[in-house]
């Protein structure tokens, strides 16, 4: 796995070991937007205990929903490769965010018929958001780790034990964070 520096939509955010930060403490961000007014990602393994049908009536299956962030956590979004679905925006690595709901219900039906292999979308419940600047000052802090695209593993096959694999691959000092608990004063 590489560390980079730079910000770019796609890439991953990988929370340092005790951040002190309560939401984003052992996080995996997924980039999706990076530019002068700043920068909007979701984590990509805090799942919640809900699934797509507790949300909406009308979103079929047991996907499971996550917490994408703290802001605006009442507000449901959507990760997925259908590339046909009008209004999703690209975000790097073959996905994309949102687009036509009724669309994007369809596709999804479609693709659980046709391929079971394939990574399902991904559903969040609230966003990552930094405002300018902000995100380039967390890396100064050395807050995050990033790695950049093309990445090594699927954005949407993340599951919540992705940080603790993550800090294994990254190896060295971070190897021996993989089996701490999220709060050291438990342990």
Request: avoid cysteine; charged fraction near 20%.
């Amino acid at each position: 796995m590489k560390e980079k520096k730079t910000l770019t939509a796609g890439s991953l955010l990988i929370s340092k070991p005790l951040i002190g930060d309560g939401f984003f403490e052992q996080s995996v961000v997924y980039l999706t937007l990076h530019d002068q007014e700043g920068s909007l990602g979701f984590t990509l393994n805090k799942s919640s205990s809900l699934i797509a049908a507790d949300v909406i009536d009308d979103l079929e299956g047991k996907d499971t929903i996550y917490y994408g962030g703290p802001v605006e956590q009442d507000g449901l979004f959507y990760l997925h490769a259908y590339e046909n679905i009008p209004g999703a925006t690209p975000v790097g690595n073959g996905l994309f965010l949102g687009g036509d709901f009724e669309l994007f219900q369809q596709a999804l039906r479609t693709a659980r018929i046709l391929s079971k292999d394939s990574p399902g979308p991904k559903l969040f419940l609230g966003y990552s958001g930094w405002s300018a600047g902000q995100l380039e000052q967390e890396l100064r802090q050395d807050t995050w780790i990033v790695v950049p695209p093309p990445l090594d593993l699927h954005p949407l096959e993340i599951q919540d034990e992705a940080w603790r694999e993550m800090m294994t691959r990254l190896g060295g000092e971070f190897a021996l964070w993989a089996n701490a608990p999220e709060d050291p004063l438990l342990n």
